[in-house]
């Protein structure tokens, strides 16, 4: 989907299209992390960008969506927390190199050369001691789990992840389960892709 297909889709809703709370992998891959500055690509209406600005983070929220990048900043107000917000396409968009102790991707999916180059830039704005969180929906979840793209061609895998990351030491790489509630009141298990890399200090 484009930017306008995006658009549309969050501009048809009557509140966010997303929840207005963290990733569970995102909270469990910071936590013990000390806040500085940190880059959430592909940053959507900013549930994830606003949690960590609430935790002491100075954040840079990035999302080609316009309507999204205004949710996130009403997401913000709400909360009483400040956050850059830049409407940029991530497959172009080329941060600072060496300007950010974490940089996050959270249920990015495109064709695998255009997930490289954003893996690449990622991996570039990183600091020394930086860390890449990674979130996704697992191609497993194709077979085994439920609801995110039904295009092969765009669904993650943490091997294809860590292909992108050559130079980063890999902390974590797995696919993860991810309860989702369904309509009577139970849950059905979601495969996610999560990766957790950091940039040498030496």
Do not use: C, K
Request: charged share 20%.
């Amino acid at each position: 989907m484009d930017s306008s297909a995006w658009d549309a889709r969050y501009a048809s809703a009557s509140g966010l299209v997303w929840s207005a709370e963290p990733n569970r992998f995102v909270v469990e891959s910071v936590a013990g992390l000390t806040p500085g500055a940190a880059l959430d690509l592909a940053a959507g209406e900013g549930r994830n960008a606003v949690w960590l600005a609430e935790r002491g983070w100075r954040v840079t929220a990035v999302d080609f969506a316009p309507v999204a990048v205004e949710r996130g900043r009403e997401l913000a107000a709400r909360r009483g927390v400040t956050v850059e917000w830049r409407v940029a396409d991530v497959t172009a968009y080329r941060p600072v190199p060496g300007s950010y102790d974490l940089v996050l991707l959270s249920y990015l999916h495109l064709p695998a050369a255009d997930l490289a180059g954003v893996l690449a830039s990622a991996r570039e704005a990183l600091r020394p001691g930086g860390s890449l969180v990674v979130v996704g929906h697992d191609l497993a979840n194709l077979r085994d789990g439920t609801g995110g793209p039904q295009d092969p061609a765009v669904l993650l895998t943490p091997e294809s992840v860590v292909d992108g990351l050559a130079g980063l030491r890999i902390q974590r790489a797995e696919t993860a389960r991810r309860p989702v509630p369904t309509a009577d009141g139970g849950s059905i298990d979601a495969l996610d892709t999560v990766v957790v890399a950091t940039r040498p200090t030496d």
